[in-house]
């Protein structure tokens, strides 16, 4: 990796290093693999890693050999001129998959799992110093040879030098089942056993919760109770509980119980103890097991629970507008900051229309200040040493993946680490920003609009609306390609966080269901009808594009509002709902299942509203263009409802343009296949927008 130093006082590092040139950016350098994938600061702050591509990136993909992307571990000396070293080879037996640091000498690393499935899961160490390797827990096969045991990082404890906490399967033939809590010693390799998962009837246990010492205090559990006389797994998910366990008996008791899309109180991280190890922060509603109601809140609040009365004793952070985090929902964005060496809880953390922090610590918070304050506009996320005397910067945005910075504090100097992708600021990218607005049914909703470089205010321009997949997922501010791709060619694109997005209270989430081609796509054309009104939109040249559930949203603009979208990309989507649920192939047909009869509806009770959801059955309404694209591993959107769509286009009548590659699944991942989608997709926008 080449290291350029670059010192610079805070007050210089405001000016912009930017210079554009008027060129469009060629697609391949949009979707080039980068020059490194970020790094962390070792105990002292002394050592920075980072893995690094082998050789120079070149962003030249021509075929599938430049796929390939060999990274490498190094280690750079911050107090010895930015000396680099590299610590891992590019042989397959000799490639790092990840690693974090266990003190100032050694790192914990794992294998990559190109070289060998099993051994990536081995835990070892690596002298920074020596470079020598050594094995700290190997994987287990067992004597039939049906299954492994082997260990998972849970938490690297920094609080204590030699030990960390690790999860290890009980039985070889259940590697994600029986996960017992291990401390594992970094010197002896000594394990030892300090919680078995409890065997509860019907529940499928989830994940542990530790104090600050180590001590397992419980943990949660999933299971589907519906009553409905047919076998359910635990795995449905319907229903979670939060247990509270003993630290002398390991007895547990059941603190918080809840369905899914109801009230409910969940551990904020597994660590959720204030350093006194009684307070516990857990994130929702203050709701106990019984039902009994403390607090109710649309928006999930920050609640501090005394765990020997079991009552709530403060409500630390509510935002009205915005969830503080959605465990429940698979999404916790939000999360404590804590410093573990001098016992502090400095502050929070969670997601709005950007990344916001409450301080709780004034040192800490003059700190992230000065740096965001020296990077304005940008997103910054900040890795510390032990005593934040030395901090690595990572400072993105909608135009820059990454750029790495090394801050030392006492100096008050920043040295330029690596960037990302370079390349890009070679070119003029697109803008983008939040906006909000009012549904037609009187939903407050925001999104984000992207406008082409140079855009000037009041010209109206062909725009894509591109809804987000999920639908239990939500649109985020940063850099992305694919946005880049269509504002780098002239287009605006509106992004909505519609109804059923996660991170916006119980009521909005509550109102899509059962709506998936009903409000939620109201939502959509009201954003879109947003941007209109605000002078944006030229009208008679929209195009709506999306993956997953963006796909299939794309499907339904251009049969339902064919006079609106003059054409639509269908970039593994789903078509027909009725088939999807009878999918025995469908990655959900037995887990999550009773969410989806409420989200998306049951057929057997719902089959006509999910019938009249489905575009499939509407494809003679289409008067624009289409484009079809799809994976043939994909067990999210399965194969076969392309299949059915192309049935359905050709009985009508209908022209469209199609995509399929054998080796993708649900979304393309290699440089060549991602190159010639969007060289495809250019050509077709190109085409239907003139």
Known sequence: MFIKKLVLSLALLSISFFTFADEQIPLEKLFCYGESSGGSLSPSGRYYAAMVPSSEVNCSIDNPADNEVISVLIVIDLENDMESKQMSGTSMNARIGNFSWLNDEQLLIQRSCMADYLDCNSLYTLNVNTGKQGTLLKVKSSKSGDGIKYGAVFDLMPQFKNKILVTVNRQATFTYKFRDLYWLDINTKKLTKIAEVPSIDGEQFGNWMIDNDGNPRGFTTTDDRNNDGKPNSPSDGLYTSIYYMDINSKEYSKISYCRHQEPCFMPLGSSPFDFDNRYMYGVGQAVHADGTIHELTDTNAVWLLDTKTMKFVKKVFHDPEYDFSNPRQGSGTGYILKDQLTETILGLSYYTSKREYIYFDQNYANLRMSVESTF??????????????????????????????????????????????????????????????????????NGYISLPPGYKKGKKIPFIVHPHGGPNARDRIGYNPEIQVYTTRGYGVIQVNYRGSVGFGLKQMKLANKQWSLTMHDDLLDGLFWARDEGYVDMDKVCISGASYGGYSAMVGITKNPDIFKCAINYVGVVDLVTLMSDKQWMFSNMGRPQQHIEMGNPEFDGDLMYKASPVHYVDNIKGELFVIHGRKDRQASYQQVLELKAALEDAGIPFEYMIKGDEGHGF???????????????FLAKSLN
Do not use: H
């Open 376 to 445: 304005p506009g940008m997103s910054i996320s900040m890795n510390a040493n032990d005593d934040f005397s030395k901090v690595i910067i990572n400072a993105s945005s909608p135009t820059n993946p990454n750029t790495t910075y090394f801050y030392d504090v006492t100096r008050g100097s920043i040295e330029f680490i690596d960037q990302y992708a370079p390349w890009l600021s070679n070119y003029k990218l697109g803008t983008t920003e939040p906006f909000k607005f009012v549904t037609r049914d009187g939903l407050k909703m």
């Open 669 to 683: 991942y290699s440089e060549v296949n991602n190159l010639e989608l969007y060289q495809r997709m250019e050509s």
